[in-house]
């Protein structure tokens, strides 16, 4: 029988932290899902542990003999789900208690929509420092535009999402650092949302993880992040919010050669981001960094993007 929920886990080495979700997924009361298992870890560690649930629950284990990497060990979990729905969950996050799966599958079992997800807690060193959920203007706001991600991952990692198992296409293996937005933001283009402001699930944070190892590196953002506008077109600089991201992505990085850049980005940069570039290297980083400054200048040089535009289409 086709279960409701397939729990999808990329591995990867950490075993104490795959040990502590397989066990919040065994304390859950509901019990209509099956776990995927796609491992990448170099030794037998995740296999010995995962051994150790037969029987307790659906469980199927796969290893992988040549590592994916992220996300594409996500996308082959994701192959072989039988579910209805797909809840990722990457092994340093867990379940926040024991009727959280329920939560969602309460959800998924009257929704009319494809993309359900919860508000969680964010942990540190194995501490409770903070609960990420939406407000109602914030909720709105991602209702009506989800380019508004621009402004923050307000839908948060991947593990808090459940996504129903009828997508042509998962996530962008092409990507990393711009992955989980990018996703959010294509399949919010094709479905309604439900949100749950509970905390439903707990995510674990650690040196370890992709954004850690990425954050200010200019051979990954660079690249990763004019992929992105080419992928969803450079129109979307319209969007202030998204203008203000791109503007706020050369500010941090520093980079004051345009050669550079170019080397870093690999493919062709749309000319918005080569004058918004430009206008920033007139201004010494110091100045720059300056937060009145930079906004106010970021959005007059929006403004005058917005009426270059305006006079090219009306040529």
Known sequence: MQPLISICIPAYKNITLLKRLLDSVMAQSFKDFEVIVSDDTPDTSADVLCKNYTGKFQLTYIKNISPLGSPANWNNAIRHARGKWIKIMHHDDWFAHAESLKAFADAALTATTGFIFSAYTLYKHDHCFKIERLDKVTENLLRKNPLILFRKNYIGHPSTTLIRNNLESWYDEKIKWVVDFEFYIRILKQTRFIYL???????????HQITSQVFRNRSVEIPENIYLLNKLGKKILA?????????????????RNWKEFEAHAKEKIPVAVKRMFELQW???????????????????????EMLIVKNENSD
């Open 197 to 207: 402001n509970e905390p439903l699930i707990n995510i674990g944070l650690g040196e």
């Open 239 to 255: 969007n202030i919010v998204v203008y203000d991201y791109y503007w706020r992505l050369l500010r941090n990085l520093q980079i």
């Open 282 to 304: 007139r201004i010494p980083l110091k100045a720059l960094n300056k937060g009145i400054l930079s906004k106010t200048v970021m959005f007059t040089s929006y403004l005058k």
